[in-house]
């Protein structure tokens, strides 16, 4: 059984065959960063007109690829949220209205439920249950997976997500869109012993996050000194520090908690090297952590 996924939930077209029996048989992405890059950031509207003009084309170009017809798709699966509105309609009605023509079914897909599953799509994959830390541009939250369709949060972000605080400390140094790579890249040269940011509630019960005051933090350290080149690494040296630092300490704490020796961590912020360099320490300790690959963050 074959099924057709569609996502256009913000600046990527994304589509891709999913076998029940063989597995991923292909997939299609294009990027819209050359789209938003002069802006800084992502503009909704742009998006959404360039869902328009590349699904279709990319879904034709995946099944001649593949040697596949509308024939032999079983399903349509799309993302329904969150994510930019515009986008996602964009998604769920050429993905609803090839399912029409083509007489199958549709359903739509929660965007940070495909985060926390991609990872089954690798070779070494966690057994239930397990932690999750999800880390994106709009989300932090730390969940337990019991089974699948089955997760339990433990503890999310009270403000800002730790990708948003990424985005926006890059925005403050001038660092190019997307701003979360640009900011991981700067930080290798930076000296991490200049700054000292803090660990947002690390010290309190429970395991909620918060990034506004890091951000700020940032900021202060910014407006303070004199802005070269340098105070610029270093100052995302110092951020990008504090926040693997505390999203991995929370994660100790959850698997603490949960009485669990495997955890999984996910969302466009687990690409960053540095979080996975600093996860896989916890190996030393009997325990088991799983990534996707970098292109399914």
């Known amino acids: 059984m074959k099924i057709l996924g569609v996502e256009t939930s913000c600046d990527e077209t994304a589509v891709a065959i999913y076998d029940r029996d063989v597995g991923l048989l292909g997939q299609l992405i294009h990027s819209q960063i050359h789209l938003h890059k002069k802006y800084g950031g992502v503009v909704p509207e742009l998006a959404s007109r360039d869902h328009i ?4 084309p990319l879904i034709k170009q995946l099944l001649s690829q593949l040697q596949l ?3 032999d798709i079983a399903g349509v699966a799309y993302t329904r ?3 930019l509105i515009g986008a996602l309609m964009v998604g769920a ?3 609803r209205s090839l399912a029409f023509a083509w007489n ?3 359903m739509g897909v929660h965007h940070l439920e495909s985060h926390l599953m991609a990872v089954m799509l690798e070779k070494e994959k966690p057994e239930f249950p397990f932690v999750t830390l999800l880390v994106s541009g709009g989300h932090t939250m730390l969940l337990y997976a019991e089974k699948y369709g089955v997760y339990r949060i433990l503890g999310e972000t009270v403000d800002d997500a730790a990708g948003e605080a990424f985005d926006k ?3 403050l140094l001038g660092l190019p869109y997307p701003g979360g790579p640009a900011l991981a890249a700067l930080a290798t040269s930076g000296n991490p012993k200049r700054f000292s940011f803090p660990r947002p509630m690390l010290n309190q019960p429970g395991l909620a996050f918060s990034f506004s005051g890091l951000k700020t933090a940032a900021i202060t350290a910014f407006q303070k000194n004199n802005q070269d080149d ?5 100052i995302a040296r110092a951020f990008e520090d504090a926040v693997i630092e505390t999203v991995m300490k929370k994660s100790e704490r959850a698997l603490i908690e ?3 020796d495997q955890l999984v961590i996910a969302g466009g912020v687990s690409a960053n090297e540095k979080l996975r360099e600093h996860a896989n320490r916890l190996t030393k300790h009997d325990k088991k952590i799983f990534f996707p690959r970098r292109e399914f963050c």
């Open 93 to 95: 009605s050429i993905a």
């Open 81 to 83: 949220g969150p994510g």
């Open 104 to 106: 199958i079914p549709s």
């Open 169 to 171: 400390t890059a925005k």
């Open 230 to 234: 340098q105070l610029k690494a270093d």
């Open 258 to 260: 949960m009485h669990c």
């Open 69 to 71: 017809s509308s024939k």
């Open 53 to 56: 003009q590349k699904l279709l």
